[in-house]
């Protein structure tokens, strides 16, 4: 191939690529807007991926079944019920297929905002790639979800969820004993992509008052839920704890304005 040539394919490939981030970016823009109208359900399907390898992992995603994330769609009903929003069910949720490969990482904090717009392009290519109806549907939101063994007393990675492009990808434990809290994590990372903010500290604590589970409890601590997107019940100002299930969590007013209930 003559060296024009070659700038001339290149320059081809790249507005290809071009095409297809354009493509992706407007049916985004759609999609969040479509997001906002509350008289129908939605639909979330989870994706599992084993995020190490290792057989234990591959068992426990193979027993995996829908009804393992049960609590989540009763937790939305019941929150909602609260709110006056009468849609039931609220959520859908499906079991998709496992994946066998890994999304893009995303950059370190301190990289900044050119390098997370740049991964969250990349993240959308991705699933374009390995998800053959990504962008084609509306209220359809995308959950990946990577399945760890144990580690001791190593923490996860970041989980994290995305309004643009409706997508979360949470780090859960590979232990049938951690469903529970994997189900406040995929929850939190769910409200996320709907357009809920996080309402705790640099510490991890919850924020007064938007953090709390009930601002006006008296006494004020130890509270007895945690508010979904603090993520944690605020046991003192500076010390909390994190819920065992949904069971102990609620979705405050703050963030039932921001998903727009």
């Known amino acids: 191939?003559?060296?024009?040539?070659?700038?001339?394919?290149?320059?081809?490939?790249?507005?290809?690529?071009?095409?297809?981030?354009?493509?992706?970016a407007g049916s985004t823009w759609y999609q969040v807007h479509a997001m906002a109208n509350w008289s129908r359900p939605l639909k979330m399907t989870l994706y599992p991926i084993?995020?190490?390898?290792?057989?234990?992992?591959?068992?426990?995603?193979?027993?995996?079944?829908?009804?393992?994330?049960?609590d989540i769609a009763r937790f939305l009903d019941e929150e909602a019920d609260a709110y006056k929003v009468t849609t039931?069910?609220?959520?859908?949720?499906?079991?998709?297929?496992?994946?066998?490969?890994?999304?893009?990482?995303?950059?370190?904090?301190?990289?900044?905002?050119?390098?997370?717009?740049?991964?969250?392009?990349?993240?959308r290519?991705?699933?374009y790639q390995h998800l053959s109806t990504?962008?084609?549907?509306?209220?359809?939101?995308?959950?990946?979800?990577?399945?760890?063994g144990e580690n001791g007393n190593k923490p996860l990675k970041h989980s994290f969820g995305l309004r643009k492009g409706l997508v979360g990808v949470v780090n859960a434990f590979a232990l049938p004993d951690q469903n529970a809290q994997n189900n406040v994590v995929i929850a939190h990372e769910l409200?996320?992509?709907?357009?809920?903010?996080?309402?705790y500290d640099r510490e991890g604590?919850?924020?007064?008052?938007?953090?709390?589970?009930?601002p006006q409890q008296n006494p004020l601590f130890p509270q007895d839920f945690a508010e979904i997107m603090a993520g944690r019940i605020a046991l003192s100002r500076n010390e909390s704890a994190i819920p065992e299930s949904l069971d102990q969590t609620l979705i405050g007013e703050e963030t039932a304005r921001e998903i727009r209930w």
């Open 205 to 214: 604590n919850p924020r007064f008052p938007t953090g709390y589970g009930d």
């Open 88 to 123: 039931t069910p609220l959520v859908n949720l499906q079991l998709g297929p496992e994946l066998h490969s890994l999304p893009p990482e995303p950059p370190a904090q301190q990289e900044g905002i050119f390098a997370v717009g740049k991964w969250s392009l990349g993240l």
């Open 50 to 70: 084993n995020g190490t390898g290792a057989a234990t992992v591959a068992e426990y995603i193979r027993k995996l079944r829908v009804d393992d994330f049960a």
């Open 1 to 24: 191939m003559t060296s024009k040539r070659l700038v001339t394919f290149k320059r081809l490939r790249i507005a290809i690529l071009l095409g297809i981030l354009a493509t992706v």
């Open 125 to 127: 290519y991705w699933l």
């Open 191 to 199: 409200l996320h992509t709907l357009g809920a903010t996080d309402k």
């Open 134 to 148: 990504f962008g084609l549907e509306t209220r359809h939101i995308r959950m990946l979800v990577i399945y760890h």
